[in-house]
């Protein structure tokens, strides 16, 4: 039973660790796309990025709240 609940924690640890990964390549993405562009440039892709951006997060947010009711 032990050896479960170890194993458990193992696999709730390495699914939190990925995600906090998968939220900095996030923002990491949103830093290319906009940086270093034209004032005009940047204006055109920075909503497209922050859009994608935000897409991203509430999809890890939404997995991320999956995880705790497991922990539970």
Do not use: C, N
């Not at 939220?23 to 940086?35: P, S, V």
Request: a neutral charge; glycine letters at 2%.
């Amino acid at each position: 039973m032990i050896d479960r609940e170890v194993a458990a924690m193992t696999e709730m640890t390495e699914a939190h660790e990925l995600l906090l990964i998968e939220e900095a390549d996030a923002w990491f993405e949103y830093l290319e796309a906009t940086r270093g562009q034209s004032a005009l440039r940047y204006t055109e892709i920075e909503p497209w990025a922050w859009a994608r951006l935000r897409q991203r997060l509430r999809a890890i947010k939404t997995r991320r709240a999956k995880l705790r009711p497991a922990a539970a």
